[in-house]
């Protein structure tokens, strides 16, 4: 079955940098979009950034734009989000999520990474 799995979060002060992993399995990861999408505490869902499925078309977030950068590696299943310049209001729990179909709405998640920012 479709098993996506997050890693990378910590707690970081502002202005430092932190790169998360999403490691896929149980389907064709090159045949899918995916994407990262976090939730703040007590807030609602927030998409973040896009990749598609060759890695050749990327998209943000106009509050992470300049600061993340997204980028795969089919070879390895996975994916990638580096983050810069983190703020405290960067502080939430990121998901990786693969495109319903190969792109699209979102399918299915990973169980998160949590992200905190704090002096």
């Known amino acids: 079955q479709v098993q996506l799995v997050e890693s990378g979060g910590a707690s970081v002060q502002p202005g430092g940098s932190l790169t998360l992993s999403c490691t896929a399995s149980?389907?064709?990861?090159?045949?899918?979009?995916m994407y990262w999408v976090r939730q703040a505490p007590g807030e609602g869902l927030d998409w973040v950034s896009s990749?598609?499925?060759?890695?050749?078309?990327?998209y943000y977030a106009d509050s992470v734009k300049g600061r993340f950068t997204i980028s795969r590696d089919n070879a390895k299943n996975t994916m990638y989000l580096r983050m810069d310049g983190l703020r405290p209001e960067d502080t939430a729990i990121y998901y990786c999520?693969?495109?319903?179909?190969?792109?699209?709405?979102?399918?299915?998640w990973g169980q998160g990474t949590q992200v905190t920012i704090s002096s």
């Open positions: 999520v693969r495109a319903a179909g190969v792109a699209g709405t979102f399918g299915s």
């Open positions: 149980g389907f064709p990861f090159s045949t899918y979009w």
């Open positions: 990749i598609n499925n060759l890695g050749g078309a990327t």
